[in-house]
Nanobody, 125 residues
Framework: QAQMVESGGGSVQTGDSLRLSCEAS????????VGWFRQAPGKERTIVAA????????YYVDSVKGRFAISRDNAKDTVYLQMNNLKPEDTAIYYC??????????????????WGQGTQVTVSA
């Protein structure tokens, strides 16, 4: 079964940067919208950012606008989330999912692959 694969997390301090990477094991991301989601302890998983199939449209939740940037490299079949000026409230496990752009933005399945293990981002004050 196809599964998403996230990487690039780590433990950083306030104001630092990280770049997360998203791939799909057993599937190509080509032709699909991709979204980054995060889940903090005791909270639901929510959308953070999304990019359309062509990369021509992007979506960001208000709390990350101006700090995070989503992009895709179709040659590498990878989607990135550049996170700058990180804050303690960004601490969470970050996941990615792929499907139709509208569904991804809405956080609605079906997605093309099952959720991965996620990548932990911890931001200390």
């Amino acid at each position: 079964q196809a599964q998403m694969v996230e990487s690039g997390g780590g433990s950083v301090q306030t104001g630092d940067s990280l770049r997360l990477s998203c791939e799909a094991s057993g599937r190509t991301l080509s032709g699909f919208g991709v979204g980054w989601f995060r889940q903090a302890p005791g909270k639901e998983r929510t959308i953070v950012a999304a990019i359309s199939e062509t990369g021509g449209e992007t979506y960001y939740v208000d709390s990350v606008k101006g700090r995070f940037a989503i992009s895709r490299d179709n040659a590498k079949d990878t989607v990135y989330l550049q996170m700058n000026n990180l804050k303690p409230e960004d601490t969470a496990i970050y996941y990615c999912a792929a499907g139709s752009y509208v569904n991804v933005v809405a956080g609605s399945e079906p997605y093309i692959a099952s959720w991965g293990q996620g990548t932990q981002v911890t931001v200390s004050a």
